[in-house]
């Protein structure tokens, strides 16, 4: 294979190596690029001499300062780089590049299940919502019970899910940042795919008593099993538990799907296991099939604020109106404080993996994820656990962790997610589907039964970002409509949901 390289905007003074096996010292690149020194794959070449101090730019944007001289056609890794400051949040512009996207010329549909509340859901599931972790092992238990002995009998529902937590008691309830985890957890009981459904069960002397999650969703039939109240010992608690859920399959399985615009889509994006290639291949390509989505008058959550943090400079001019674009701000401010609460900082975040896929710092990270949210505007802003309410693209403040990410997107009310990937990961959510996609080719080869949509065709063949992206597009459509089954749900791979409480645990 001849030397291969990509770099992203004219302006860029690095490129990121493509070959599989790096390029070798004295490896031609092009008539007047020769690699000065062993390059691994994923990491960058120097397109031209760069000074000590002088700015390394990678997407046409500042990624640091080098640290030293680096000759034309060397080795630019993170040792190489000097952390930019950070941009000052005051003086970000605002709503200075709003981008009407047009509408699709065509409708889309899905089949999905119309809830009540206008809702839909992608899956019909019954959900086991616990107050408190001290009843997590009641609720498995029951759940693997309703699933042996009663689900069978349901055919037109999809799982029972426990929806364990590690909140709910030693926790100072009523400090500082307490109603974040709170309202997530009210939040994600209500999550489309339950069909206003689910069985809550409590101990009895919790702090976060069950009333507080049943009377938040007034709309939904939510039951209550309260253990210390049941009098007969763990049988009659199941008992109890087996009767109420078949009330509920009974209800849960007279749902049928049916034709949906994209209009009824809530779709999370987010990344994990981050590399080089993730802002050529499978960023963009996710992208494009958010503004798909958002042509198509649907919803697209993007996150992660560590991840937005160093790019926010780019998505604040993208703001539908002053006062989006200042929530956004804001959003910043309150994780800057929070970091510096828990002495960190920016620092903290790449991972190693991402590092050694060719990630520097987190500003290259930043850049690259952020390409997941398109072109369009952005019309709302979402604080931490707080529940969708206008369509469109939307910021919702979660951390970067893949876990914590996940669940708080489930409780701002996604019905599906798109995961970017380019070191894998067999992360995947119970309550909603997730679609893998690989940012290199090698990844689907490695992993061909755990991704969805390999993206490195973008690099490894003839494809472009707009026939994967339609690929992917068509993909959410078949599985949002119960066609398609994603990888990991396969598999049964399921990951914890980890809520994000950045309040005192007592």
Not at 138 to 158: G, Q, T
Not at 231 to 242: K, P, Y
Not at 378 to 407: M, N, Q, W, Y
Request: charged content about 20%; overall charge negative; proline content about 5%.
């Amino acid at each position: 294979m001849r030397a291969k390289i990509i770099s992203i905007h004219a302006n860029d003074n690095v490129a990121v190596v493509v070959n599989a096996e790096g390029l070798k010292t004295g490896t031609g690149v092009s008539k007047d690029l020769v690699a000065s020194a062993d390059i691994p794959h994923g990491q960058k070449i120097a397109l031209t001499d760069i000074e000590v101090d002088q700015d390394v730019i990678r997407y046409g944007e500042i990624i640091g300062q080098a640290k030293r001289a680096i000759k034309k056609g060397g080795w630019v890794d993170e040792e190489c780089l000097e952390l930019p400051i950070s941009h000052d949040l005051d003086e970000l512009p605002i709503a200075t590049r709003v981008i009407k996207l047009p509408p699709l010329p065509r409708k889309f549909t899905f089949k999905g299940y119309r809830n009540n509340d206008g809702s839909v859901g992608t899956k019909n599931i019954l959900a086991v919502m616990t107050s408190v972790q001290c009843v997590a092992g009641f609720a498995n238990h029951i759940s693997r019970k309703i699933s042996a002995e009663l689900l069978p009998r349901y055919p037109s529902v999809d799982a029972v899910v426990p929806i364990n937590h590690s909140y709910g008691c030693g926790v100072a309830i009523n400090a500082p940042h307490a109603e974040i985890p709170i309202r997530s957890l009210q939040n994600l009981m209500s999550n489309p795919n339950f069909g206003n459904e689910s069985l809550v069960i409590g101990l009895g002397c919790e702090k976060l008593e069950p009333q507080m999650l049943i009377s938040a969703n007034p709309g939904m039939r939510n039951d209550l099993v309260r253990l210390q109240d049941c009098i007969g010992g763990f049988e009659q608690m199941v008992r109890n538990s087996l009767e109420l859920a078949d009330q509920k399959l009974q209800r849960l399985n007279d749902r049928k799907r049916e034709d949906c615009p994209i209009s009824d889509l809530v779709v999370g994006v987010q990344c994990g296991g981050s590399d080089a290639f993730s802002g050529i291949t499978a960023n963009p390509v996710v992208g494009l099939v958010t503004d798909l989505i958002v042509r198509g008058g649907g919803t697209v959550l993007f996150s992660e604020v560590s991840e937005v943090r160093d790019a926010v400079h780019l998505l604040t001019p993208r703001a539908i109106d002053v006062a989006t674009g200042e929530a956004l701000i804001r959003e910043m401010q309150w994780y800057d404080r929070y970091l510096e609460g828990g002495g960190a900082d920016r620092t903290a975040n790449p991972t190693p993996g991402n590092k050694e896929g060719g990630i520097s710092n987190i500003v290259e990270k930043s850049l690259g994820s952020i390409i997941k949210s398109g072109t369009g505007p952005i019309s709302d802003v979402l604080g931490h656990g707080e529940k969708v309410r206008k369509k469109g693209l939307v910021f919702a403040a979660t951390p970067a962790s893949d876990f914590v990410c996940g669940t708080q997107q489930l409780a701002s009310g996604i019905n599906l997610q798109i995961f970017t990937t380019g070191r894998g990961t067999p992360y995947n959510l119970a309550i909603a589907p997730v679609i893998k996609v690989s940012s290199q080719t090698a990844l689907k080869n490695r992993w061909p039964d755990l991704i969805d949509i390999d993206a490195g065709q973008v690099v490894s063949s003839t494809k472009t970002i707009e026939d994967v992206g339609m690929d992917l597009f068509e993909m959410v459509l078949a599985v949002a409509g119960g066609e398609k089954v994603t990888a990991a749900e396969k598999l049964q791979l399921f990951n914890d949901l980890a809520v994000f409480n950045p309040a005192p645990v007592t």
